[in-house]
């Protein structure tokens, strides 16, 4: 019979890491370990993108340290790859910050909090999820004036470490589905539950849709959302064959009894600006029974260059379900894949009672106690994709890892402050240059 390590064993394994990446070393960054520059990465990662929104991605960029930190994965990405690591691989979320948390409801409608986006999720070593994560502590809480996101990152490091301590010890089952139970207590979170609450599929509908001759369609907002042609709506209708099929049984049922009334296009996020995203409005039992589909073009993993080792999955829509319910305690019945025009496309329910974290509801004593809750959500996707007893072997029961934690959230913050007076640097020289073209009239 095939050895099977006991927790024992596993925890020892982890502590063994230590002599690869001491705790203390992940304290360390250096900008001039770059061999890349990181703009030059930023404009090949708008490459395939719809052209004409270029422009809006660097403006959301270019609005804070922090907007800039959300476009620019591959940036980080790249520098994470040039550190050592662990060596110690699960599933991470890998754009893990605070703004990817949010509100959602279960698939028996209780209301959710969790990591909700995992446009880059990939297996690689878990701490560049916590290193990434930390580092937006740092920018939201410069961002609000905050005058503690150095103690945000130790209590966040902290609260994971304690938790995945929890977790090496519980039976794997209990582990999968622990729950976090004082989110309500929490006032961030508590005012993105509260979003969650209202924002109902009819609320969704009053917001999203108007009524016009043919019944009710999409409400244009450009350059925001666009409604599709009939052409433009052909192929995206046609792909929701193959999507049925990435779902269970029972909710391909579900989704049989909906028919597709309208269709638009719609500019979502930060770092997923110009990537094609199509909403798709249905009615099931009638006008009070929509349910709108979200349908995001899912590039490579910023990531995946980097881990070369790394199996990937052969559909990328496909990658972000799996790895989606690899982490979430609960993942949206209706998540699912297809293929428009042989470009990968993740399906999901656009505005299902879902809520998010602005950046200014982390003012005050919010950035501590948001952390702290990071830290155990993240935990808990951590154990249930990986091994707890090997992540808690290697973090220990000492403070090492959370203070260098917090020393590479602080370097590598001011990194992302530089970079984005590089990019305002650089924006400033295109718009000067592009008047200098102008032909005199």
Known sequence: MQHIPSPQERRALGQARRK?????????????????????????SMRGRVPSLATLKYERMLASPF??????????????????????????????HVRNLGAYAAPDGRLLFDINDFDETIRGPFEWDLKRLAASLVLAGRETGADNPHEAVLRFAASYRKLMDMFSRMAVIEMARYQVHRLQRIAPVSNALLKAERATPLHSLDALTVENKAGRVFREELPVLRRLTPQQARPVLAALKTYRGSLLPERQHFLAQYRPVDLAFKVVGTGSVGLRDYLVYLEGNG??????????EEPGSAYLAWLAATPEAGHHGRRVAEGQRAMQLQSDPFLGWTTIASRDYLVRQLSDHKGSIEVDDLRGEGLIEYAEMCGELLARGHARSGDACLL????????KFGAALAKFAEAYADQTEADWQKLKKARRRTAAGRRDATPSP
């Open 392 to 399: 808690s072997g290697y973090l220990g029961n000492g403070q």
């Open 67 to 96: 907007g800039f930190f959300r476009g620019a994965v591959p940036v980080m990405a790249a520098d994470l790859a040039l550190l050592p690591h662990t060596g110690i691989v699960n599933q991470i979320c890998g754009d893990a």
């Open 20 to 44: 690869q990446v001491h705790r203390q070393d992940h304290a360390h960054w250096d900008p001039k370990l770059r061999r890349h520059d990181p703009l030059a990465l930023i404009d090949e």
């Open 287 to 296: 006008p009070r029974d929509p349910l709108f589909l979200q349908v995001k």
